[in-house]
T-cell receptor, first 112, second 112 residues
Framework: GQSLEQPSEVTAVEGAIVQINCTYQ??????LSWYQQHDGGAPTFLSY??LDGLEETGRFSSFLSRSDSYGYLLLQELQMKDSASYFC?????????????WGLGTSLAVNP | NAGVTQTPKFQVLKTGQSMTLQCAQD?????MYWYRQDPGMGLRLIYY???????DKGEVPNGYNVSRLNKREFSLRLESAAPSQTSVYFC???????????FGSGTRLTVV
């Protein structure tokens, strides 16, 4: 089967750095994505890694190691508004197409 | 920029009733998706349409049907609603199975 594992909950304080890990077991791996979802809202796309290494977008960075089937999302200078759920998703084959396999999400609580 | 528009936002159905959830995107995306999200279960794919004129089953298609009416619109139909279909439903689109999905704001459905 195909599966993704990420921690269910993470807590941090404002201004700190937090890392959310994601390990995966999938076939036909094409890339790892991260999405943010606030309570009551829709998921929004944050980042995508197809190759090994670190991708940086402002306060958020995402890392991928294909050999380890592992990635992480790094959030720096945490703000209260970063309190949300974060989902990793792996792009895999679906017949002639591609689709996403989703993790169950990590709930991040940022405290003052 | 409307992005992905879903209607209705909220709905209460009685067991056995039918309804159609509407989804439209204005980004000229080829691929569209229907997900359901339940507490602790993450996002589960119901059906997807890789391109206009094609539809395929996802992880949890039972009890649902879809129609890709044209490139813009992708509807989800519940023929005979059951309490197990109480959930939040999200429509999403992407250029061609690519990583950057854009989600609608969701439909909160309760079946009593």
């Amino acid at each position: 089967g195909q599966s993704l594992e990420q921690p269910s909950e993470v807590t941090a304080v404002e201004g700190a750095i937090v890392q959310i890990n994601c390990t995966y077991q999938t076939s036909g791996f094409y890339g790892l994505s991260w999405y943010q979802q606030h309570d009551g809202g829709a998921p929004t796309f944050l980042s995508y890694n197809a190759l090994d290494g670190l991708e940086e977008t402002g306060r958020f960075s995402s890392f991928l190691s294909r050999s380890d089937s592992y990635g992480y999302l790094l959030l720096q200078e945490l703000q209260m508004k970063d309190s949300a759920s974060y989902f990793c998703a792996v792009r895999v084959n679906a017949g002639n197409n591609r689709k996403l396999i989703w993790g169950l999400g990590t709930s991040l609580a940022v405290n003052p | 920029n409307a992005g992905v528009t879903q209607t209705p936002k909220f709905q209460v159905l009685k067991t056995g009733q039918s309804m159609t959830l509407q989804c439209a995107q204005d980004m000229n995306h080829n691929s569209m998706y229907w997900y359901r999200q339940d507490p602790g279960m993450g996002l589960r794919l119901i059906y997807y349409s890789a391109s206009e004129g094609t539809t395929d089953k996802g992880e949890v298609p039972n009890g649902y049907n879809v129609s890709r009416l044209n490139k813009r619109e992708f509807s989800l139909r519940l023929e005979s609603a059951a309490p197990s279909q109480t959930s939040v439903y999200f429509c999403a689109s992407s250029p061609t199975g690519e990583y950057g999905y854009t989600f609608g704001s969701g439909t909160r459905l309760t079946v009593v």
